[in-house]
């Protein structure tokens, strides 16, 4: 993550070169990987931008993250995937699990390992508003078979100043569904479903029932020392449709 989070900061170009000017949005899908990377404008005096993933779980050193992401502001990381473990200890299992990522769980289900566990790219576009959007089919990261689906929407509007990530899920029977929300800092509650964290302010929004939260720290080790605090958002009642979403906003600028 070290290299994507110094790509969005202000001032990318110096990382690349003079001559490197980088774009508001990088898009590739070489291979499947369905990468984006959205900045902001360059007039941002406190950009917020974002890197989110598709590709597969069957990667070298990989982590079973189909659908993560990562948000800056300013020049730093303040929620999304936590990046890189210490290797060949007792948590290193747990820390590449899609549990430690801000992924979905699907009947407290987390994702295939390995080429099965994959993402497809459905659309990704740039608007003419200042917004860029990307939308991924995630089902065959959980295994799910026709009509069964669960698809990731993600949206990045640099006028109105915030970044909107919606997981949608139709399913054959009544199923329990949870998403998650991972950073360094820990999450402080607002009011019914709206939280802090890292000077973002998140609220969650959901169809198919009364959302739910909990809030931990946990067991792994990272290789910057810091301590990965999770935050799930799951739907009160198992459902066969339905949603979980949530909007972050930038809050204040340390």
């Not at 289900?109 to 576009?125: D, W």
């Not at 009011?191 to 946990?218: A, I, P, Y």
């Amino acid at each position: 993550r070290k290299g994507v989070a110094g790509y969005l900061k202000k001032g990318a170009g110096k990382v690349f070169g003079q001559a490197a000017k980088p774009p508001l949005t990088f898009f590739a899908n070489d291979l499947d990987t369905g990468i984006l990377v959205s900045r902001d404008f360059p007039e941002a005096e406190t950009p917020l931008a974002l890197a989110i993933k598709g590709g597969d779980n069957g990667e070298g050193h990989g982590h079973d993250d189909c659908g993560s992401f990562c948000i800056l502001l300013g020049e730093r990381f303040r929620i999304g995937d936590p990046g890189v473990p210490v290797y060949f200890t007792d948590t290193q299992a747990a820390a590449k699990s899609s549990y430690a990522h801000p992924v979905p769980l699907v009947d407290g289900r987390m994702q295939a390992t390995g080429k099965k566990g994959f993402a497809k790219v459905i659309e990704c576009n740039e608007g003419n508003d200042g917004t860029t959007s990307i939308a991924y089919d995630l089902s065959s990261a959980y295994e799910l078979k026709e009509p069964e689906k669960l698809t990731r929407s993600c949206t990045h509007d640099r006028k109105e100043r915030f970044i909107r990530i919606t997981d949608t899920f139709e399913f054959s029977k009544p199923t329990a569904f949870e998403s998650a929300l991972t950073s360094f800092a820990v999450p402080e509650k607002v009011s019914e479903n709206v939280w802090r964290m890292d000077g973002l302010r998140v609220e969650f929004h959901g169809q198919g029932g009364k959302l739910v939260f909990r809030h931990e720290e946990l067991d792994i080790r990272m290789r910057n020392e810091k301590k990965v605090q999770r935050l799930s958002c799951s739907l009160a009642e198992k459902a066969t449709r339905g949603s979980i979403g949530v909007t972050i906003i930038p809050e204040e600028v340390e």
